[in-house]
Nanobody, 124 residues
């Protein structure tokens, strides 16, 4: 089992950058594929980005491709989401998620473990 704690959210202006961090407990962090999701008020939780166990393969939602970068440091049990050129529509609670599943897609149902979320607010 893994526990996840996100940090790094805040209030920024459109065009600014933020880096979210997700700290994972446990000594088997490298066994988990990781994902970032977000949920805006009144909307369903949606996929943002994912990264495989070794950090060599990443995948992004079309809405963030070219602006967001997901990375991980298995030695530190950390996963990151670098968010550049933020837009007001990026505002949401951002969640870190982990899965032991071998085949990982973009669905929330494929991830077993979730953090509590961190709020990102983007003013125009």
């Amino acid at each position: 089992q893994v526990q996840l704690v996100e940090s790094g959210g805040g209030l920024v202006q459109a065009g600014d950058s933020l880096r979210l961090s997700c700290a994972a407990s446990g000594h088997t962090f490298s066994s988990y594929a990781m994902g970032w999701f977000r949920q805006a008020p009144g909307k369903e939780r949606e996929f943002v980005a994912r990264i495989n166990r070794s950090g060599t393969i990443t995948n992004y939602a079309d809405s963030v491709k070219g602006r967001f970068t997901v990375s991980r440091d298995n030695a530190k049990n950390m996963v990151y989401l670098q968010m550049n050129s933020l837009k007001p529509e990026d505002a949401a609670v951002y969640y870190c998620a982990a899965t032991l599943n071998t085949i990982v897609g973009r669905s929330t149902t494929q991830y077993e473990y979730w953090g509590q979320g961190t709020q990102v607010t983007v003013s125009s």
